[in-house]
């Protein structure tokens, strides 16, 4: 059963602590990313990544961080340094000759 | 910085009438995506537009691109109950396609259709 799963799908974080949101996929695609949605607002992406051990910053990268030891393996931390991060967090992954994005089901983070 | 614009934002309508959402980009740019959101949901990918002057249609949605005046309008013939949701545009921000850096999205047109 090929696709994108991100977990877990609802997530509490207290203030000052760091949290990590999975993403995994098996369709065999280079690229991965991370977006972040507020409620009433398009997409803005994090962080991505073309190849393994490799990525790169988005347009808003500050307070997270992510690595990417294994193709099918992408996850992203949100850390303290973050001040807001309560937003729905979608993955998603993307093949080169493929004009697409594929997103996963999302993680909806709140802060309490 | 590229900007994605869409309108309007919201949109509220009888079935059976048909309605355009625009997006309108600030940067040169060939390769144009339009995705659907549900509620609570994920997005899933509606069109993806590669050229100037591309055309896709799927049901009662027709998607266009007109890449010199940096426009994309999605079309919604005859609208059903069930073509409610969210509908974003997105854009390539570096324009190697696949979106392979990332894609700039608008903020989306929250479409009602009511009976």
């Known amino acids: 059963d090929g696709g994108i799963t991100q977990s877990p799908k609802y997530l509490f974080r207290k203030e000052g602590q760091n949290v990590t949101l999975s993403c995994e996929q098996n369709?065999?695609?280079?690229?991965m990313y991370w977006y972040r949605q507020d409620p009433g607002q398009g997409l803005r992406l994090i962080y991505y990544s073309q190849i393994v051990n490799d990525f790169q910053k988005g347009d808003i990268a500050e307070g997270y961080s992510v690595s990417r030891e294994k193709k099918e393996s992408f996850p992203l931390t949100v850390t303290s340094a973050q001040k807001n991060p309560t937003a729905f967090y979608l993955c998603a992954t993307g093949l080169a000759g493929v004009d697409t994005q594929y997103f996963g089901p999302g993680t909806r983070l709140t802060v309490l | 910085e590229l900007k994605v614009e869409q309108n309007p934002l919201f949109l509220s309508m009888q079935e059976g009438k048909n309605y355009t959402i625009y997006c309108n980009y600030s940067?040169?740019?060939?390769?144009l995506y339009w995705y659907r959101q549900d509620p609570g949901k994920s997005l899933e990918s509606l069109f993806v537009l590669l050229s100037n002057g591309a055309v896709k249609q799927e049901g009662r949605l027709m998607a266009s691109l007109d890449t010199k005046a940096r426009l994309s309008t999605l079309h919604i013939t005859a609208a059903v109950h069930d073509l409610s949701a969210t509908y974003f545009c997105?854009?390539?921000?570096?324009?190697?396609?696949?979106?392979?850096?990332?894609?700039?999205f608008g903020k989306g047109t929250h479409l009602i259709i009511q009976p």
């Open positions: 369709l065999n695609h280079d690229a």
């Open positions: 940067t040169t740019s060939d390769r």
């Open positions: 997105a854009v390539d921000i570096l324009y190697s396609g696949g979106g392979a850096d990332g894609l700039t």
